[in-house]
């Protein structure tokens, strides 16, 4: 008998030692959250292990889906991964399993009014943000609106239509209890929260002098029970309270577009902008002497049309849409992305108002990304850009590191920089995805073939890594 009952509570002890490892296991993926634009605020770094170095549609794949078209990103919250897509009048917002790749619903909206954007840009460029409850979802033809897990609405928000020659693309977040939106443009540039559960407006912030960009907010907690909203724009570093929207702190900087996110660093901010010390463009008296025909002090659409290169951005410079530029405007567009630029650490301590220039710890103005995001991941800042082009930097004193390039995977870079488990992931638009050892001296282990181009910055979740091509949703995992 007291072999048996012996028996019996090694058995119990077993199964109970089981259920412990079973429960601490999936506990990492019922938790699994790649939420918002770039992971946990924004920071393009995952914690969990196991990420396969080679990946492609015949090697590593777990499963692919066929998906509509959009740039947004892919997001991941437990078993369920979002995205954002159009197809004609439609807005379209899907839900996929993240085991299987099967869709668990798909929503779609009209578009309440058309949204002019460069042809770069596409109605579903903004990556949605979710939470336990549901997904929110930004369409710069419509607003923000809201979906719990099982597809239905739970809210829509009106904004829009924007000013904004090349089209809206900044992504909303979900902090505090509150979803956040920073929607510059020409002209009435504001940031706006609305509370999570009922899409009631809490504040809007208007950004006077902040012109159009495309970046994402990240949440900075200098101090315990201090909560800023970080917002990077096209001329300056802003900090507003979470809670009000009541503005903090500012820091003048330049850029020639707002893009990605900013990072934190301890007690330290990191941002990263493409900039320039001289104009961009030539003087406006030298234009009309070489095109103005009809001699009329202005450049028409025409006339603007036959600048080479040029051609196609008329309306960035044409802010009224009167269909001639004009002196004061061309001199606003050649100043676009001159003054303080670059790979830039701050440190704003408890300061209000405009922040001194000794907030700056360093600053780096060579192999800036355009459009990429930079990382800091195991205490090395990384940045890439459009010819593979690879820049690791010192976070605490800005010092380089190494520079190299990824040479079988150079062209165009859209999507940022993301890492997890010692490997950084690099993807450009032909879809070649490079995989590196992360470290200050990093290293290239693998460059993937999608056979598809990406705009998307993939996710990660679990050993997972998600990976939207133009058409499809692949899941990638190391099989063992």
Known sequence: MKKISALMFTNRSFLFISLCFWLL?????????????????????????GYPVE?????????????????????????????????????????LDTRTGRELWRRDVKREHVQGAYKANDPASPT??????????FFPELGLISYDNSGKERWRYALGPFKNFYGMSGSPIIAGGLVVLVCDQVSGSFVIALDRATGRLRWKTDRPGASIGWSTPIIFRPEANRTELIVLGSSRLDAYDLASGASRWWLPLASDGSMGTPLVHGDTLMV???????????????????????????????????????????????ENDDKVIINAEWDKARAYGQGEWGA????????????????VRWRMQKNIPYIPAPLLYQNVYYMVKTGGI???????TGSLLKQGRT?????????????????????????????????????????????DEIGATPALSNGQIYVRTRGTMYCFKATH
């Open 344 to 359: 830039i650490a701050v440190r704003p301590g408890n300061a209000r108002g405009q922040i001194a220039a000794s907030a």
């Open 25 to 49: 296991a999936t506990a990492g993926r019922a938790n699994a959250q790649w939420a918002q634009f770039r992971g946990p605020n924004g920071s393009g770094v995952d914690s969990a292990t």
């Open 128 to 137: 949605p943000a979710a939470d336990a409850s549901g997904v929110v979802a």
């Open 407 to 451: 040479p079988n995977a150079l062209g165009e870079y859209f999507a940022s920089p993301i890492a997890a488990d010692g490997k950084v992931f690099l993807a450009n638009t032909e879809g070649k995805i490079t995989v590196l050892k992360a470290g200050a001296e990093w290293e290239v282990l693998a460059v993937n073939e999608m056979g």
């Open 272 to 318: 990263s902008t493409s900039g320039s010390n001289q104009p961009g463009l030539p003087t406006f008296a030298s234009m009309l002497e070489k095109n103005d025909e009809d001699k009329d002090g202005r450049l028409s659409f025409q006339e603007f049309h036959n600048l080479p290169g040029l051609g196609e951005h008329f309306g960035w410079i044409d």
């Open 390 to 396: 690879i820049t690791s930097l010192d976070p605490t």
């Open 55 to 95: 990946f492609s549609p015949t090697k590593n794949m777990a499963w692919k889906a066929t998906i509509p078209y959009g740039q947004s990103s892919p997001i991941v919250v437990g078993t369920r991964l979002y995205g954002t897509a159009s197809e004609g009048e439609r807005l379209i917002t899907f839900c």
